[in-house]
């Protein structure tokens, strides 16, 4: 057989130009290509929308800032949320923020883009340390040894040491291993003691000590994807491809994902797996002590997304004596990109979880509100001055209006609301130490609006 000659000269298109219409931005650049998984310098991560020479004095700003977080002390006292007025806040980023973390006078944001954002004094910095949704963000140490934490959909966890504005890698997953293992939680036990919930089920155990990763449980029903950002519609649903190898839909990576750590007893901790929420002792991992299901079933094989009865966050109160599940049996849109989840709260004792037969306590806001509407991530937020006070968002079911709701689970009453200029978002905080609520993706994508306690002059 004899060699084929032709060579690049004899193609009609060998040094032609062609034009296309089709380009690629700095952000869809930035979520294609992987950050190194190697510590990296703070200022090779500032954003691209962010001017440089304004991200560096923000950053040396903040090596200053983050060496007091963590100094208040938590005040104990009853709070109305009524009285609070808005005093502050802006858009800090043009993607959802989808986790947050506040200590002191600093706010620092996760986005569904990969970045970490800062809110300080009304100015603000992005940086962008992943490629994939950052779906944890948390203040670990404190003084001049406190860093900022973050984990991603990409797989790893990475450690922002703003004393050295460097970033350095906490964990990365194995490519070697069966499945990809994309990060969809991570909760710290202690400070060097954190735990990881990967998309394929696995939970794991990460030891910073000795920089150690143990597999710990293996929970296949609770399989999720990173690669897919809401829930779906019934038409989109039956047009859907990304599914399993049994066929079974995958439940995005944001929904239900959530780890929570008893706050007295570090050994009982919490998750949500398939239409379950499972609680285990960490010393005895082969088997839950509480296994809590939804009171609605659904069959995958013709209901649009089986997963809408899933549980989206379970925790406990701040004492540990209340542990509430959050199921989700709705969702809604309060933009085209940001997609709300809505259900009904579980509350129980912490004494009852060991029941055989455990009966929940429904909570009724006794308002006219539509559907209560979740927290990314962890569904409802616990009062950080009240053991038994939650708070959550809804909309009026007049005018539409968002609000944010103090509940006390004892007798279900409603402790006080404070109005949204607009429709609920997904996701807020509560300042640790002082009287303080951070909304975000309120007015638009990617906006933080602060509220406070209002302060009537004497």
């Known amino acids: 057989m004899e060699k084929s000659l032709i060579t690049q000269e004899d193609s009609s298109w060998y040094g032609q130009h062609f034009k296309s219409d089709y380009q690629l931005s700095p952000e869809d650049l930035s979520a294609i290509i992987p950050v190194p998984k190697l510590t990296i310098g703070a200022t090779e991560l500032i954003a691209s929308e962010v001017e440089y020479y304004k991200g560096e004095r923000f950053l040396h700003r903040l090596g200053s800032e983050i060496e007091i977080c963590g100094s208040g002390e938590k005040i104990q006292k009853d709070i109305n949320i009524g009285n609070w007025i808005q005093e502050g806040g802006g858009k800090v980023s043009n993607d959802e923020i989808i986790s947050m973390a506040i200590s002191e006078e600093l706010i620092a944001f996760g986005d569904m883009g990969g970045g970490l954002g800062f809110w300080l004094g009304e100015k603000h910095l992005l940086l962008r340390p992943h490629n994939m949704p950052v779906c944890s963000t948390f203040f670990t140490g404190s003084g001049a040894g406190t860093s900022v934490v973050t984990a991603s959909h990409d797989g790893t966890v990475r450690v922002f040491d703003a004393s050295k504005q460097e970033f350095s890698l906490a964990y990365s997953w194995n490519k070697r291993y069966k499945y990809k293992q994309g990060v969809v939680w991570?909760?710290?036990?202690?400070?060097?003691?954190?735990?990881?919930?990967?998309?394929?089920?696995?939970?794991?155990?990460?030891?910073?000590?000795?920089?150690?990763?143990?597999?710990?449980?293996?929970?296949?029903?609770?399989?999720?994807?990173?690669?897919s950002h809401n829930l779906m519609s019934e038409k989109e649903y039956s047009r859907n491809t990304l599914r399993c190898e049994d066929e079974v839909y995958v439940t995005p990576a944001l929904f239900g994902s959530n780890i929570a750590i008893h706050p007295k007893d570090s050994n009982l901790l919490s998750l949500c797996d398939d239409e379950t929420v499972l609680v285990y002792d960490r010393r005895n991992l082969q088997k839950p002590i509480s296994t809590i299901s939804t009171s609605s079933k659904f069959d995958s094989s013709t209901t649009t997304n089986s997963t809408l009865s899933h549980h989206c966050g379970s925790s406990w109160s701040q004492s540990g004596k209340h542990f509430v599940t959050c199921e989700r049996n709705s969702f809604s849109y309060k933009r085209k990109s940001s997609q709300n989840l809505q259900g009904s709260f579980n509350l129980y004792l912490n004494a009852q979880l060991t029941d055989t037969d455990l009966v929940?306590?429904?909570?009724?806001?006794?308002?006219?509100?539509?559907?209560?509407?979740?927290?990314?991530?962890?569904?409802?937020?616990?009062?950080?001055?009240?053991?038994?006070?939650?708070?959550?968002?809804?909309?009026?079911?007049?005018?539409?209006?968002?609000?944010?709701?103090?509940?006390?689970?004892?007798?279900?009453?409603?402790?006080?609301?404070?109005?949204?200029?607009?429709?609920?978002?997904?996701?807020?905080?509560?300042?640790?130490?002082?009287?303080?609520?951070?909304?975000?993706?309120?007015?638009?994508?990617?906006?933080?609006?602060?509220?406070?306690?209002?302060?009537?002059?004497?």
């Open 186 to 227: 991570l909760e710290p036990v202690d400070q060097n003691l954190w735990l990881v919930n990967c998309e394929e089920g696995d939970l794991l155990n990460l030891d910073r000590r000795d920089r150690k990763v143990n597999k710990i449980l293996s929970l296949p029903n609770s399989r999720r994807s990173c690669q």
């Open 360 to 458: 929940a306590k429904k909570i009724n806001s006794k308002l006219n509100v539509q559907s209560q509407i979740f927290t990314s991530g962890q569904g409802v937020v616990w009062s950080p001055w009240q053991d038994d006070v939650f708070y959550y968002m809804s909309n009026h079911a007049v005018n539409r209006n968002g609000m944010v709701m103090a509940v006390d689970v004892n007798s279900g009453d409603v402790l006080g609301k404070l109005d949204l200029p607009t429709q609920a978002s997904n996701m807020m905080g509560f300042h640790p130490t002082r009287p303080q609520l951070v909304v975000a993706n309120l007015n638009e994508t990617g906006d933080v609006i602060i509220y406070k306690e209002h302060q009537i002059a004497e």
